[in-house]
């Protein structure tokens, strides 16, 4: 069972779909009464992720189809192994089929980048985040798939930690005084992040008490230098590299001794996967 903010994301993509007609298409080509089976096969090796959301789909346009996953949430799959099969009307299925494949070839696009990324820095003890960037809508899943493909998930909106970033650092009047107005407000529950890019900003938020530091567009060479600046000063603060984060520049960053690469790279630049649905049909 989903829960109210995943149900209503599965009815509001439904709507979009089929805006009240419904399937115009399969309602004119297919007797109503025929019964259909239908097959979600992967089409390159991937990582499955939204099988919860297409099952929902596939309910929600026939409360009486069955929706039976065949591999796990996570899975690694190969090409063309078959992940779910559906049996209900053909019309039904034929309603649901663009809905359910658009859900799990973005997620599970999502998850196999996932991978990709924690595959490439395996033995580094750095660990690959993702960032808010992500499809409006769509964050909790896309958080999902990023755990499922063996990456981690850095704060999930604006509320779950202080991440004070340039802009904040121009409005207040730099990190001294950033820094200062949070210990005012005393927020006891959440940790404090800052956004540097200068060795004196570093310098600067390691005096005043940072708990996490982001340094943010470094090449391999300034954030080696920057962590063995970090380390000498305060040797369990948390490093975070962020920007310009690439699959292929990931493990040379993770090697600078940093701790958290966070990257956009894992949700808003993952391609959809290929999977697609085969229909039969008891005539």
Request: with cysteine; net charge negative; aromatic share 4%.
């Amino acid at each position: 069972m989903l829960d109210h903010d995943s149900l209503a994301l599965v009815r509001t993509a439904l709507a979009e779909d089929l805006a009240g007609y419904g399937d115009v298409t399969s309602a004119w080509t297919v007797p109503a009464s025929l019964v259909g089976r239908g097959v979600i096969v992967a089409k390159e090796p991937l990582v499955i992720c939204g099988l919860p959301l297409a099952a929902t789909v596939m309910r929600e346009i026939d409360p009486g189809a069955v929706f039976r996953p065949l591999v796990a949430e996570g899975a690694a799959v190969s090409n063309g192994q078959e992940v779910a099969v559906v049996e209900a009307a053909a019309r039904s299925i034929l309603a649901a089929e663009r809905t359910m494949l658009n859900f799990l070839m973005h997620l599970s696009g999502v998850a196999t980048q996932s991978r990709r990324f924690a595959e490439a820095v395996t033995g580094t003890g750095a660990v690959v985040v993702d960032t808010r960037k992500t499809t409006p809508g769509l964050r909790a899943w896309e958080k999902r798939a990023v755990l499922l493909g063996g990456c981690h998930n850095h704060r999930f909106g604006l509320f779950d930690l202080v991440l004070i970033k340039n802009n904040h650092l121009e409005a207040a009047g730099g990190v001294r005084a950033a820094i200062e107005r949070i210990r005012a407000a005393q927020p006891f529950f959440v940790k404090i992040e800052v956004e540097v890019e200068t060795e004196a900003d570093l310098r600067e938020a390691l005096a005043c008490g940072a708990d996490i530091v982001m340094l943010d567009n470094q090449d391999e060479d300034s954030l080696r230098h920057l962590v063995a600046v970090a380390r000498s000063i305060k040797p369990d603060v948390i490093l975070e590299a962020s920007g310009g984060v690439t699959l292929e520049r990931v493990r040379a960053i993770a090697e600078t001794g940093v701790d958290i690469i966070s990257t956009s790279a894992l949700t808003l630049g993952a391609p959809p996967v290929d999977l697609s649905l085969r229909l039969s049909v008891a005539r």
